[in-house]
């Protein structure tokens, strides 16, 4: 994933046939292949999509009214495509109380549920979501019933009621399930109100906690003030997650509402598949390190197999991220974390089309279209509607139609604009009297007794006023200035179809304007540019306007929600078949290892340093062993029936100077190149024999680019070079890295007996013959009598390790040819190597990987850390210890 490239847009429309084909290609395949797929597929949301209203409680302390009409939750006139809402019975009079819920449909994400619900035609579908603020029955009193003032059986029965919803679409019925996330009024409140709206919102839209919050001018204020609560839900959404969960199931956690849930969900579920969709904008590395919790943050999201955003800029954005602020490396398959790889895509979201089309036909548009072209007779009518948020850029919008009839006066009096502001999640009282000031500016200015050139209306209109806003226009003007999908445009253009075919103008900062190329797209903050854009839109001639038109209605009507929910099926069925979903390695087994280490004769103990017996520190030579480690070391070294080698890739002076004072304990520096066996002081060299030549040529290249990457430097030892860019702009150093590792790869390593490493922040050249796996085979060749062994490494070179201790699983002896590290060393050269027979089974062998379970490994077991490789040697010591004081006795 190269980040300084951004891949090409495909304008192909997108057919839902045909993805739909492909993920029934994929399920057949994974099933031939034994992969278990249950054909669900379970959504997380932070809300579910239904409102609850409790009408009576069995719990004293809640009082029942007496009946009423059913609430009203909308003013909306039905779609003619929507059945009406089904009734729920009331008690009749004498019957005893019990509890009782209506339900209705919740407004807002819209796309998103209509996407996860067209899903219900090919899978069973679970949207596992916060019960939302409980509805008091009293009509319009605005009162929320505290979640905490339920009784066990309201929440049952609130439960069965949900089971038993079926929304408000006949074709999905009976086929999408509804599982609530019950949250403590606090914790549910500190959570969105607070650590999502105050300080994950404004960051993700380019703004920082300090100018939205309503408290930040205390001197108490902190970013983390609603962290807490934000972690307790998302470990509460992950439990309930796990309560349902199935093999096989697919997993899609919606938003930034719930970023934690992917790890730890991994943590409880290793196996499972899942992906995260980040439906808001994703901001620069720059602006996301401000973030206080990065890390916790990046590192929830990373416990998914698949993150995906709505355009490539945020999936690059994000995988900046993770390389400069965790310092995460970034692979061809993803972000590389300990072994577990989580890819990063894109797909945009849309819009339910045939939906919109479908509420265009409501009997109620046409006269009130009717009465707005009479109003604005001989006018040109622009239309805005956007949420007063400081992000949706009404600000800058109407300061460019200030300009625009600055500009162009012969706009005066021939144009309005029509600006519908819906109410925000939080007010804004001081945006809000910005925009009536402006208005106020513009009118005054530009309009007179018999005109006003701005109309402003801050409310919630209904859906026929809206549409025949929208239908009625000359031209649409969208201009937030950060958004992630905005219906609004899709809209537009879809009830544009059958009047005007009218232009549209769109921010570029918006999450879709990618897609919609035939937009007019503008920078909000150039007010100058936007003025002109209005001026061509109101002047485009028809022909261009349908061009445009039919371009824009493509996209709209085959990139919709019920497509990308389809693809979001699709990409995380490829993760199950991909590397990604690489087996799960088990955990080492601690008492059935102690059991064969007291069984065996003589035991052997191969271990890598850096990252296994000492953590990855940023400066080499910080990596020093702790006294845990040297105790484990000196305690299984002293024992005479173990046989313990440090294998490791650094060099034989910094062994001797960490490890050399222990006695009894063998060395193996630089991959394998060299070797100083238990109780001697002479380095056995490998390369002796080898050609050694292309070190000078190797090292030419290794400086052409540490002159140009700042903070990167070359360490030469005797058998092989490496290049190191910890220290260098994490971005740049992984580019050079890849560039230089390309030079070598074609220019010099198929001339040369040599291999080319790409390491933890590192870029190795050895010689092919000489490498940890052939150290391995020499030891296990000169000590065929070994009935144990333990071997532990972390990084793609200890692969070589694990794979000479991969034997084949036979019922007889285990047996063993002389290895190149024996033969290289062979002073006559007609002395003869026989085979060998090894006192082993596969099941005395303990390969350890130090990682993420999913790792790819030969390894047959893995521990976490190098502490964990600690803990379980110095388990294997005590054990020694035992045995050396029972036979003093």
């Excluded at 994929?26 to 034994?34: V, W, Y």
């Excluded at 260098?728 to 080319?756: M, S, Y």
């Amino acid at each position: 994933m190269d980040s300084f490239n951004e891949p090409k847009r495909t304008s192909a429309p997108i057919s839902l046939e045909d993805v739909t084909a492909a993920v029934r290609a994929n399920e057949a395949d994974l099933r031939s292949k034994g992969i278990p797929l249950s054909g669900r597929v379970l959504h997380v949301c932070h809300y579910l999509p239904v409102v609850a209203t409790l009408q009576s409680s069995s719990r004293p302390g809640i009082l029942s009214p007496p009946p009423t009409p059913p609430q009203q939750h909308s003013d909306i006139p039905p779609s003619p495509s929507e059945p009406s809402p089904p009734a729920h019975a009331t008690a009749d009079a004498g019957v005893e109380l019990k509890p009782k819920w209506s339900l209705a449909a919740r407004q807002g994400h819209t796309a998103m549920i209509s996407g996860i619900r067209s899903l219900s035609a090919t899978h069973e579908q679970i949207i596992i979501g916060w019960t939302g603020d409980i509805e008091s029955p009293v009509a319009n009193s605005g009162t929320k019933i505290p979640s905490n003032s339920l009784s066990e059986e309201d929440k049952t029965a609130l439960e069965e009621e949900i089971a038993r919803y079926e929304g408000d679409d006949e074709e999905i019925k009976g086929k999408t399930a509804y599982v609530p996330v019950w949250l403590d009024d606090k914790v549910a409140h500190g959570h969105y109100d607070g650590y999502c709206k105050q300080t994950l919102w404004p960051l993700f839209h380019y703004l920082l906690w300090q100018d939205v919050s309503p408290n930040s001018h205390s001197a108490s204020f902190s970013a983390d003030e609603d962290w807490a609560p934000y972690e307790q839900a998302n470990a509460a959404f992950a439990r309930r997650i796990l309560d349902v969960y199935q093999p096989g199931d697919l997993v899609w956690i919606h938003d930034y509402h719930l970023l934690l849930v992917p790890k730890l969900l991994r943590m409880m579920v290793p196996d499972a598949c899942v992906g995260l969709f980040v439906h808001t904008p994703w901001p620069s590395s720059e602006v996301f390190r401000c973030l206080p919790r990065r890390k916790e943050i990046l590192d929830g999201m990373l416990g998914a197999n698949l993150v995906c955003f709505q355009t490539y800029s945020y999936s690059r954005h994000f995988t900046s991220s993770c390389v400069r602020v965790c310092g995460y490396e970034v692979a061809a398959r993803g972000i590389d974390v300990q072994g577990h790889v989580t890819s990063v895509m894109h797909t945009p979201v849309g819009v339910d089309a045939d939906r919109v089309a479908r509420d265009l036909l409501r009997p109620g548009i046409q006269p009130k279209l009717a009465a707005l072209l009479k109003l604005y007779s001989g006018k040109k009518i622009i239309i805005g509607r956007d949420k007063l948020d400081v992000v949706k850029g009404v600000v800058q919008k109407l300061r460019a139609f200030g300009k625009f009839l600055t500009d162009y006066p012969e706009w005066r009096g021939k144009v309005v604009l029509i600006q519908v502001t819906s109410p925000a999640l939080s007010d804004s009282p001081k945006l809000e009297r910005q925009v009536s000031e402006l208005v106020s500016s513009i009118n005054g200015e530009f309009g007179g007794l018999d005109f006003i050139p701005v109309h402003h209306y801050h409310q919630t209109i209904k859906k026929d006023e809206f549409y025949a806003l929208l239908s009625a226009a000359d031209l649409g003007v969208i201009t937030p200035l950060r958004d992630g999908m905005n219906t609004t445009s899709m809209e537009f253009v879809i009830a544009q179809e059958k009047t005007k075919k009218s232009p549209l103008i769109l921010s570029e900062f918006m999450g879709i304007s990618s897609n919609m190329t035939d937009a007019l797209q503008i920078n909000p903050w150039n007010l100058g540019d936007v003025a002109k854009a209005m001026h061509t839109g109101l002047l485009m001639s028809q022909a261009e306007k349908e061009q445009r038109h039919a371009a824009l209605h493509a996209v709209v009507t085959t990139h919709t929600s019920h497509t990308w929910a389809m693809m979001l099926v699709k990409m995380l069925l490829g993760m199950m078949d991909s590397q990604n979903m690489a087996r799960s390695t088990p955990v080492l087994p601690t008492d059935h290892m102690l059991s064969r280490y007291r069984c065996a004769p003589k035991r052997l103990f191969l271990l890598d340093y850096d990252g296994t017996l000492a953590p990855i520190v940023k400066t080499p030579s910080m990596a020093v062993p702790s006294p845990d480690t040297l105790k484990a070391l000196t305690e299984l070294a002293q024992d005479p029936k173990n046989l313990v080698y440090i294998i490791s890739g650094r060099d034989g002076a910094f062994l001797e100077e960490h490890l050399g004072h222990i006695q009894g304990l063998g060395m193996s520096a630089e991959h394998g190149g060299f070797m100083r066996p238990p109780g001697e002081a002479h380095w056995t060299n490998f390369t002796e024999s080898l050609d050694m030549e292309w070190m000078g040529e190797v090292l030419e290249v290794f400086k052409y680019y540490t002159e140009r990457t700042t903070g990167s430097h070359i360490e030469v030892k005797k058998s092989s070079i490496t290049w190191h860019y910890r220290a260098t702009d994490p971005e740049w150093g992984q580019f050079q890295c890849r560039q230089c590792q390309d030079l070598l790869e074609n220019n010099v390593a198929h001339k040369r007996p040599i291999e080319v490493l790409v390491g933890k922040k590192n870029l190795e050249v050895r010689p092919i013959a000489i490498n940890k796996g052939e150290i391995v085979k020499r030891i296990l060749y000169q000590n065929p009598d070994a009935g144990f062994v333990f071997c532990a490494g972390d990084d793609k070179t200890d692969e070589d390790m694990f794979r000479s201790l991969s034997f084949p699983e036979s019922s007889g002896p285990l047996t063993m040819e002389a290895p190149l590290s024996v033969s290289l060393l062979t002073t006559e050269k007609e002395q003869e190597h026989p085979v060998v027979t090894l006192n082993l089974s596969s099941s005395d062998i303990f390969t350890t990987a130090v990682g993420h379970a999913t790792k790819r490994t030969l390894a047959k077991w893995h521990v976490t850390s190098p502490l964990e490789v600690i803990s379980e040697l110095l388990q294997l010591a005590s054990v020694s210890v035992a045995e050396q004081e029972q036979a003093k006795l």
